[in-house]
C-alpha cells in the first residue's frame, strides 16, 4: 500500500472544520478551548478510560458513541477536567452539546455533539466562560492548517508541544486522508486509550468496523504508552469518518478495510510515540521493544512493565546503563519467560551496545553506554528467544522536572 | 496480652549472636557484612520475592527452608545482590555458606547457614573478600545490643537510618522476645515480602505454624509497603525460633499462637512503616487508611494503589491536597467501589480536613491543607461507607533526591 504522510492533522480530511478560543479557563489568556466540526454527519467510535471514576464527558461521549448517534461536532476545553463533578458535571456536558447545537440554529441536535475536558480534576466548569466559548469558535470554524494546529494547541495542560500527524491514502480509487491531535503527559498509563485522542477521516466505513478497527489498534498503540502509571479519569479516544472521499463504503474485513488499519495504526503510533516523548519533565523518549516471546501478551506485558519501572526510567534520566532494572522489572510484571535466553542490547542513532547475554552479565564499554543513553531517543531491545510475538512499548525518563510539575500542579 | 516494646532488635531473643564487619564490598571502609548466629538450632519460616528474576541467595533460602533444615546462621552483605549471576552466583551461596560451617569447625552444616544480599544488580560477588569477611566476624559473635545495631546498620544500602525493633511477652508462663532488623529504601513493592528482613525469637514453636503465621502477617505488613513500585530480586523476610524461652511447644492454633502473632504483627508494622518512612529521598510518610471497604482485599489494593500513585506521590511531596489524583488511582486500581460514597480526609498530628464527600469536592481551607501536609507524617482516611473491612498501606512522596538517587545508584 502507498502511504504518506501530511499536513493539516484533524483538519487533513475533508469536510472538517476546526476552532480554538482563549475561553478564560486557564490563565494568561491562553487558549483553552477547541471545537472540531464536520457538516456532514459523522459514524463515530470512540474508546474511555478504564478507570472506575470517569470524568463525566466520558459519560456522556461513552453513551453517544455506544447508541450508534451520528456525531457532528466535538467541543474540548483543557484546564479542568470535568470529573468528580457530580451530576453539575453532567448536566456541564449537556449545556455544552446545546450551547453548540443551539449556535447552529438547531440544524444539529445535541446528541451529535461529544464533549471532552482535560485539567484539575474536582473543580466545576465555568459554564458562563464555556458558552461563550463556544459561541465564539463557532463563527470562527474553517477548514484551515492553521486552524487545526490552533486546536492541538488548546487542548494542551502540561504538554510542551502540539500533536498532530496525518496520512493520506488510496481506497477503491479514491484518496482518503486521515489526521489526528492528540494530548497527554501527565497521568498517562492509559488502559483503554490514552488521555484526549481526536482522529478524522473522511472514509466512508461502517460504524461496526471503525470501531472495531479502533479498537484493535489501541492495544498496540495508546495502551503501550506510560508516563507515569497512573491512568487518567478522562482518558478518551474518538474517530469521526465523514465518507466524503467516496471511496465505496467499507462494509466488510477486505482488502480496504485492512489497509484503512494500516494508514490507521500509523496515525496512531505517531500520535502515540509524541505523547510519550513528551512525558511531563521527559528528557529522553524511552522505547522498549520485546521480540522472540511466546505470545503477543508477553511480549506486551514485559514491554509495558520495563517502560513503566521507576527505577529504570530514573536511570534512563541519568544515562545510567542500568540493565539489572530492567530484568527486574521483566521479573516482575507476571509474565513468564526464561531469563537465562534474555539478549538485552540499548540501541538508537548512535550505536548499539550489548549488556547481557544468557543470563549473565556482559562486560561492556561504559563510556560508550553513557553516550548511547546520553541521545534524546532510547531503545532497550530485549530478545526473548522463546518465540515469535514481538512488542513495542513507549515512555520516557523520571526527571527532576517531573517532580517539580507534578508537587506543584494544581495549586 | 501484655506487650513490651524493648531494646535490642535481632538480639533481643535469647541464644542469638551476631557480628558485622567492613569487607571491602562498599567503599570508604563502610561495614557491609553481618552474621547472626544461634548455637541452639532454629525452626526457620521465609518468604521472598515473586519476581521471576530470583536473586541467587533467594535461590538458596528458599530451598532450605522449604525442607525444613535447622537453621544456625545467616550470612548478609550489602553492595552486591547477587542477582542476575547465573551459575556462579549459587556456587558463591554455596562458599558462603561452607566458609560458615568451616569456620564453626563443622559443627553446623552448610545446608544450616542462610545467605542474603542487596545491592547492584548483575555484579559477581568477590568471594576472597566474603570469605575473609566471615572469618573475620565469627570470632567476634556476641550477645551485645550494640552488636545488633551494627549489624542492621551494615545491611543498609541506601536506607538512611538502620531499622530495628523488638518485643517481649509472655506465653504460658514464661517471657518470650521477638526483635528484627529489615533494610530496604529503594527498588521496594514487595510481592511475598520485603527486601531483607530478619527476624529472631526464643519462642519455641512448630515450623507449620511459624511459617503460618509469618505467611499471614506479611499480607497485611511488608506487602503494604511500597517505595517505587518496583519488586526487587532479592526480597527475603526469614523468621528464627530458637526455643530457647522455655515455653510449651506451639504446635495448634491456641490462645499461644494468638498471642505470638499480635506480637509478630506488632514488630512487622513497626519495620515496614519504618522503611516506607526511610524511603528514597523521602521527606513524607504517607499513610493511607480505608475503612468501609465490602471485603478485605478491596480496601487492601485501594490503599496499595493510592500508596503507590507516582501523582499523588508528587503531590504530597508539594503539600498540595490534590484528592483528585487519590480518587484516580482508587478508579484504576481494578477494586470495585462507588465513587459516590467516599469521604476522604487528610488526617496527622497537627490536625484533620475533610476534602471530598459523596461524589463531590468538599471547599476547604488550603492554608490549612498546607499545614497539615507539611508534617512528616501525613494519613489519606479513605471512607467507603461500603461495607466493614479496613486495610492500611504506607508509603513516601516522590521527591528530588528519589530521582538524584536512582539516576546515579549504579555508576
Known sequence: MSMTAIKGGVLAAEGFMAASTAAGIRKHGREDMALLFSETPCVAAGTYTSNVVKAAPVVWDKELTDHDHAIHAVVINSGIANACTGDAGMEACKQEAQTVSEAFGDVIPPESVLVASTGVIGLPLPMDKMKAGILEMVPKLEHSELHATLASKAIMTTDTKNKEFAVAFEIGG??????????????????????????????????????????????????????????????????????????????????????????????????????????????????????????????????????????????????????????????????????????????????????????????????????????????????????????????????????????????
Chains 1, 2 share one sequence.
Open 174 to 411: 479514491k484518496t482518503v486522508h486521515l489526521g489526528g491531535m492528540t494530548k497527554g503527559s501527565g497521568m498517562i498509563h492509559p488502559k483503554l486509550c490514552t488521555m484526549l485522542c481526536f482522529l478524522t477521516t473522511d472514509l466512508c466505513i461502517s460504524k461496526t468496523l471503525l470501531q472495531k478497527a479502533l479498537f484493535e489498534d489501541i492495544v498496540d498503540t495508546y495502551n503501550m504508552i506510560s508516563v507515569d502509571g497512573d491512568t487518567s479519569t478522562n482518558d478518551t479516544c474518538v474517530i469521526l469518518a465523514n465518507g466524503k472521499a467516496g471511496n465505496p463504503e467499507i462494509t466488510e474485513e477486505n482488502e480496504d478495510y485492512q489497509t484503512f488499519k494500516k494508514a490507521l495504526h500509523a496515525v496512531n503510533e505517531t500520535l502515540a510515540r509524541n505523547m510519550a516523548a513528551d512525558g511531563e519533565g521527559a528528557t529522553h523518549l524511552f522505547t522498549v521493544h520485546v521480540t522472540g516471546a511466546n505470545d503477543k501478551e508477553t511480549a506486551r506485558t514485559l514491554a509495558r512493565s520495563v517502560v513503566s519501572s521507576t527505577l529504570t526510567k530514573a536511570a534512563i534520566y541519568g544515562r545510567d546503563a542500568n540493565w539489572g532494572r530492567i530484568l527486574c522489572a521483566m521479573g516482575y510484571s507476571g509474565a513468564a519467560f526464561d531469563p537465562n535466553k534474555v539478549r538485552l542490547c540499548f540501541v538508537n542513532d548512535i550505536g548499539k551496545i550489548l549488556v547481557y547475554k544468557d543470563g549473565v552479565p556482559v562486560d561492556f564499554d561504559e563510556d560508550y553506554a553513557k553516550e548511547i543513553l546520553g541521545y534524546e531517543e532510547v531503545t532497550a531491545l530485549i530478545e526473548l528467544n522463546q518465540g515469535e510475538a514481538e512488542a513495542t512499548a513507549w515512555g520516557c525518563d523520571l526527571t527532576h522536572d517531573y517532580v517539580d510539575i507534578n508537587a506543584s500542579y494544581r495549586t
